[in-house]
């Protein structure tokens, strides 16, 4: 579990603790407990290089407890495929397309515009 609040510098010393732990266990997939982590910038970059680095090593990680503030961050990022979490995600999955266009809505067209 990481606890607390995450810098770049801590980074590859995470990514390494996690390859030498694949290395070792030989297993396909790491559990990591994301509760305790901010929902930042960084927290996002650290966790797309953990996930890099298990693939790497021919293995992936899923995220458990993520906040909602994370979970939204991750979705926002566009990484919430790339980071799954073992639980289900709100708006996971859903294109830009799909969502229900607002009633009421009429377009108009300036006269002045030019055709493009």
């Known amino acids: 579990m990481v606890i607390g609040a995450v810098t770049r510098a801590d ?12 290395d070792e266990s030989n297993v396909d997939i790491v559990d990591c407990d994301v509760r305790a ?5 960084v927290a996002v970059e650290a966790l797309a290089r953990l996930q890099l680095t ?7 990680i899923r ?6 503030e994370l979970d939204g961050l991750l979705d926002l ?11 289900l995600r709100l708006g996971r999955g859903r294109q ?21």
């Open 77 to 87: 990022c566009g990484l919430a495929d790339v980071l799954p979490s073992g639980g």
């Open 37 to 41: 982590l901010g929902a930042n910038v």
């Open 11 to 22: 980074v590859p010393v995470l990514c390494e603790r996690l390859r030498l732990l694949v």
């Open 63 to 68: 995220l458990r407890r993520p906040s909602h």
């Open 96 to 116: 830009t397309e799909e969502r229900e266009h607002a009633r009421r809505v009429e377009e108009r067209v300036d006269p002045h515009d030019s055709p493009r």
């Open 54 to 60: 298990a693939r790497r090593a021919g293995c992936h």
